[in-house]
Structure formats: C-alpha cells, structure tokens
C-alpha cells in the first residue's frame, strides 16, 4: 500500500446556469418565484431555505435574468442602496439572517433598500435560512416591512432529489461514480443538503489522498471514519 498523499485542493466551480437547478417537489414553488420575474405582486420577495438546498443557485438565475446586483448582507451599507439600484433596478442580498444573528447587519440600511426599491419600481430578493419572522432584527419598521413580503421556502430533499444532488456535486468536482456508490450513501447519510455537500468534499479528498476512484468501500470508511482500503482491498 503506497503511504497517503497531502490532497491537493484545485478548488471546483459549481454548475450553475439554468439547466443545472435541479426541480423537485421541495423547490418548485421557490423555482416558479423565480421564473415568474417581474411578474410579482410586490416589490420583494424572501427566499429560505437550508444550507446546500439551492438559494446561491436561485440567486445567480435572478441575477441572470434580472441583471440583479448580489451582495452579502454583511456588507451592505447605508451608502449601499442607490449604487445597488444604479445600474438594472434590481438587487439580491443573500444570509440576511446570518448577517444578522453574527451582529453585522445593518438594519437601517436594509430598510432603507426596501424603501428605495419600492420608490424606484425595482425588485428584491433576500435570502436566510429561517423564515424572516425567526430573523434576530431590532428595528420594528424593517421587521414590519419584512412581514408584509410575500415569501417563498425550500423545503428538506426527498431521496431522488438528494440522489441527483450527490450526482451534481460529484460532477462539480468531475467525479464519475456509479450507482452503487449513490445508492450506499443515500442510505447512511444525514438527509440534508448540508450533509451531502459535506460528504462528498470529504470522499473527494480521500479521493485525492490515496490517489483513487470513489467507489463504496471508500465510502464505507469516510463514512465510518477509518482508514480507506487500497484499490487491491477493494477488490478483495
């Protein structure tokens, strides 16, 4: 057996044009919010759901279609909302609810985006994880304006979402596995977006370490956190 090698990490670019977003049950609704642009009933829209399950992707087709500027909700500013609306009158503003539970968002500039999308007839997305009722805000006229929006959730992944989520992700890395390997994870992983981006960083850096394919008994030892077979063991 060869001694493991430091994996070097190339980084990857997640797929993320149209045909990438992969519909399901949980994320229709959210979907058809979003291909519905402009045609909402109001300036804005929140958009929740958890980690992994699509949002970056949802906000890069708005972006798309919209010509909508993205930031993150740490860093938007007083000063922020009239260059953010300069250019296509549009604007996403992804983690509100992260910004805010970590104490680096700026409420007042978040009210004052609102209030200048609707006088200018832009359009808002915003993203969080929790529905914006649950956000940790203080200042009573955003926490108004936020509840009078219409709002839009992604819900938890089926199996055949997750199947196809693990594929996708495998294939960001360009992984080629076979069903075997699918089909084992789906039956001891944690069920969540989270979960199987997660796993499948660390099969691939396993991957990388020993220099070999992701096959099930790799991923019988990530999953159980021992030491991976070699290639010889696995077809023992």
Known sequence: MTEAQLPLDLGH????SAGDFLVAPCNADAHAWLERWPIWPGAALVLTGPPGSGKTHLVHLFSASSGAVTISAADLTVEAPPHLLAGAGAVAVEDCDQAAAAGQLDEAALFHLINLVRETRGHLLLTGREVAARWPLRLAD?????????????????????????????????????????????????????????????????????QRAVTVPLARAVLDGVTPPTDEEDLA
């Open 142 to 210: 955003l926490i108004s304006r936020l509840r009078a929006m219409p709002a839009v959730a992604i819900g938890g992944p089926d199996d055949a979402l997750l199947a196809s989520v693990l594929v996708k992700l495998f294939a960001d890395r360009q992984i080629k596995v076979g069903e075997e390997v699918v089909s084992y994870l789906l039956g001891r992983m944690e069920r969540s977006f989270a979960a199987a981006a997660a796993l499948v960083e660390s099969l691939d850096r396993a991957a990388l370490a020993g």
């Open 13 to 16: 670019r997640p797929a993320l």
